[in-house]
């Protein structure tokens, strides 16, 4: 490692020259407290001779790597050395928490913008992610560090729902691509100038924390004008309108086409002279039927039960070709279709009979059985009496 830090020395790299000594524990503090020490000259060194660190990237993001500085401690650690030091799981926390905050809050928001004023909600919410952007400089520990960068989510998931639907109503279908290229380019382009001004910042101001503040500044003052734009009607730029015509009445109808009369002369004939019928000829023919077998009610009752459901859903069936066109037109065909249940359900009560008449007879002698003992019983304790 000494060979490392006087290879640095000899390439001339600013505030580097005393490494070694550091390093090699020439000065008493070896390990550990050398790294530490180290840090916080080559800091100083830095600012006072207002060098680049050549070689070393970035000051923003200037790790100092170690592999055996401390006896048994971990080795290949990676700490930032801007005040604060972070590890890579940390700094990965940090990243993470701000990408399911930016998610989570997304849905919400967006709701917000599609019931609310969205260039209220894109103005508010760039004011809070550029008023935590200039907190994130003022940040001293891990977790204030990952709080700041979780509000900083929440502000800037208010923008993009907001914006994207405020594009749309503002400009017609003819230019929407090219407005929406414009918004998107925004991305690219704030990177390139991060990237070619944040290294300059730290140099001018000779401290991590000034892009932050002076990032702030930009955001605060395009969020007025943001709160300035007007916010256009729902639909707007379309070419098209849309109907407001209320669709629940119509939506609600089991059947069309009939008068309040016909209805009700449909629903009395299949119920009243149905039901008079079935009724009737039903008991006589279970009767009928239980003389013969001891189960014959069931076993009757379950092919009632198979027919009834094979008739309903024919019905239904039939019904869903004579007015599909129709209910799919208003998005009713599903209200149609949960009709199915009826015969699903009355299938199912088929089932049970049978299950029903097949222990019915066992069950019934058992019965039979029993009322017989308990009556010898009780004539016995009267005679004894």
């Not at 204030?144 to 503002?170: H, K, Q, T, W």
């Not at 300035?228 to 939506?251: F, K, S, Y």
Request: hydrophobic letters at 50%.
């Amino acid at each position: 490692m000494a060979s490392y830090a006087y290879n640095f020395a000899a390439a001339g790299v600013p505030g580097l020259t005393f490494m070694t000594r550091y390093l090699s524990g020439d000065n008493g503090r070896a390990g550990e407290a050398g790294i530490k020490e180290w840090e916080r000259d080559a800091e100083l060194a830095y600012v006072v001779q207002g060098g680049p660190l050549k070689g070393l990237g970035v000051r923003l993001r200037n790790y100092v790597y170690r592999s055996d500085f401390a006896r048994g401690r971990d080795s290949n650690r990676v700490y930032l050395t801007y005040d604060i030091a972070l590890c890579d799981f940390q700094i990965g926390i940090i990243g993470t928490a701000f990408t399911l905050v930016y998610a989570i809050a997304g849905l919400p928001l967006a709701r917000i913008a599609d019931t609310g004023s969205r260039s209220k909600l894109m103005g508010w919410g760039l004011l809070a992610w550029s008023g935590l952007t200039a907190v994130n400089g003022m940040v001293g520990s891990f977790w204030s560090f990952l709080l700041v960068r979780m509000g900083v989510g929440i502000g800037e998931a208010s923008y993009a729902p907001a914006a994207n639907s405020l594009i749309g109503d503002l400009f017609p279908a003819g230019r929407r691509a090219r407005a929406m290229c414009i918004f998107m380019l925004g991305l690219p382009l704030g990177l390139l100038l991060a990237f070619f001004t944040i290294g300059a910042m730290v140099e001018a101001f000779g401290t991590w924390r000034a892009p932050f503040f002076i990032a702030a500044v930009p955001g605060v003052l395009l969020a007025l004008f943001i709160f300035m734009i007007r916010e256009p009607a729902r639909g707007a730029a379309e070419t098209v309108a849309i109907t407001q015509t209320p669709l629940d009445r119509p939506l609600r109808r089991r059947y069309f086409a009939l008068t309040l009369h016909d209805a009700a002369v449909a629903t009395g004939m299949i119920v009243g002279l149905s039901g008079l019928v079935g009724l009737t000829l039903g008991g006589w023919m279970a009767d009928k039927v239980h003389q013969r077998f001891a189960n014959g009610r069931l076993v009757f009752a379950a092919l009632s039960m198979l027919v009834a459901t094979l008739c309903t859903a024919w019905a239904l069936h039939a019904g869903r070709i004579e007015l599909g066109g129709f209910v799919a037109v208003f998005g009713a065909q599903g209200l149609h279709d949960a009709m199915y249940l009826i015969p699903v359900a009355l299938l199912l009560t088929m089932v049970f009979l049978l299950a029903a008449s097949r222990c019915f007879s066992r069950d019934a002698q058992r019965m039979r059985e029993g009322m017989v003992l308990d009556g010898a019983a009780v004539a016995g304790q009267a005679a004894q009496a």
